[in-house]
Structures are given as C-alpha cells and as structure tokens.
C-alpha cells in the first residue's frame, strides 16, 4: 500500500453467549489469502465441536481480495454482516472468524445477523485499532553549534527521532509523515539558515493507535 490505512493493532479472541449459543470471534491480521484461509483453518481445528465457524475478510491496496461464508447458517446471516463490519470500521488485512456452539435456541434471521455483527464488533474493540502511517526517514547533519537549536525544534514540533550520531558533526536520523516531508525539510533549512545537509533514507509505516467507537449496528 502506498497510502495511509487503518488495521487491528493486534490479533485477539473474544466470546458472547446469546441465548444460551455462543459467539467466539477470533480476529487476525494477513496479507495474502493464503495467510487468511490458513487462519480459518486454525480456527476450525481448535474448536472440532463447534457448529459453525464463519467468516469474512478483506485484503489489499484496494479490498480487492474479499471473501465470505455463512458455514451452514442461513444465506446472509453470518459471513455478509461479518464483512459489512470490517467495511464499516473501514480496516484493512484483516480476516475475522466466528464460532458458533449452538445452544438449543433459534435466533431467526434478524439475530443472527446482530449476532454476527456484534460478535464482530466485540472483537475489534478488544484488540484496537492503529493507522498505518507512510512515512520516511530524513537524515540531519549539523554543526555542533547548531545541535541545541534543532533538537529543541523537533522536540517542540513532536517530530520523532530514531536515532543520533556523534562524529565530527552530529546527524540525527527523524521520521516524517509522507505528506509532510517537503514541509518539514523547509522548516528545517529556515530555521537553520541552509545550515545543514539532509539526506532523503527509507519509507516505512509507523503505527499510531486510534480510538474505536461502538458499532452502530448495536
């Protein structure tokens, strides 16, 4: 991907019981499907007894790999409200598998789905959310005499350092969001008056939580 996105910040488990059934959701992130199908069968193997393991999952730039199963359960009611609530919270590689033991009870077509959903949605909030930042590396060389003045300046402006060098200068290697590197390079010969060398280094995604709100479909 070459754009910012939104993914689960960890993998994770989580149960509900709904009239005596219950909904296990496990949540997991992949890049391939093959990553995903294994996964799934991951699921089914751990849990031999149960009636139903559902699914869904997206991967991709552009979702183009999406894939679904209601595994028994009636046309509709458990892949498709699964793969609705990855769309809604808008997250990427990611596949979701839900178990079900069947406890004695009929849900109807419309629990199901609430089921399904929830059950998804109980998942995501337990294991969080991150954005996957496209950001790259900027090397700094500066003279000894001008080190104070930009370390406090990426101090104030909240810029991360990933590391410094010592030498007969000192070069502090920084991570800046993709977008705003021409803007902080400026920044950066302004405040300094040109005095400094920057050296353009690797892109790489950084990782920032963000908050994950109740589903809507509650």
């Known amino acids: ?20 059934s219950r909904f296990i959701s496990s949540v997991q992130r992949v890049s391939t499907k093959e ?9 089914r193997q ?11 999952y997206m991967i991709g730039k552009h979702d183009e790999i999406q894939r679904e199963s209601d595994d028994g359960e009636p046309s509709g009611t458990a892949g498709v ?35 399904y959903s ?14 996957k930042v496209r950001q790259q590396d900027l090397s700094l060389t500066v003279s000894y005499s001008n080190y104070e003045k930009l370390s406090y300046h990426l101090e104030q402006q909240q810029i991360n350092v990933l590391d410094t060098n010592y030498g007969s ?23 300094l ?13 950084h990782e920032v939580d963000v908050p994950v709100y109740p589903d809507s479909e509650d």
Do not use: W
Request: with cysteine; glycine share 8%; proline share 2%.
């Open 46 to 56: 751990n849990n031999p007894k149960a009636n139903h393991n559902c699914f869904a």
């Open 169 to 191: 200068d000192v070069t502090v290697t920084i991570a800046v969001d993709l977008d705003a590197v021409e803007q902080v390079q400026a920044d950066l010969m302004n405040l």
């Open 81 to 115: 409200p699964i793969l609705e609530v990855l769309k809604r919270t808008k997250i990427h590689d990611v596949v979701t598998v839900v178990t079900r033991y069947f406890g004695g009870t009929k849900l109807g077509a419309g629990g199901l789905i609430r089921a």
């Open 1 to 20: 991907m070459s754009e910012n996105y939104l993914t689960i910040k960890t993998s994770g488990s989580h149960e509900l019981e709904i009239k005596k």
């Open 35 to 43: 990553e995903a199908d294994a996964f799934i069968e991951s699921v």
């Open 118 to 131: 929830n059950a998804t949605s109980r998942v995501i909030e337990q294991v969080g959310l991150v954005a």
């Open 193 to 205: 008056s040109g005095q400094m060398t920057i050296a353009q280094g690797d892109e790489h995604y």
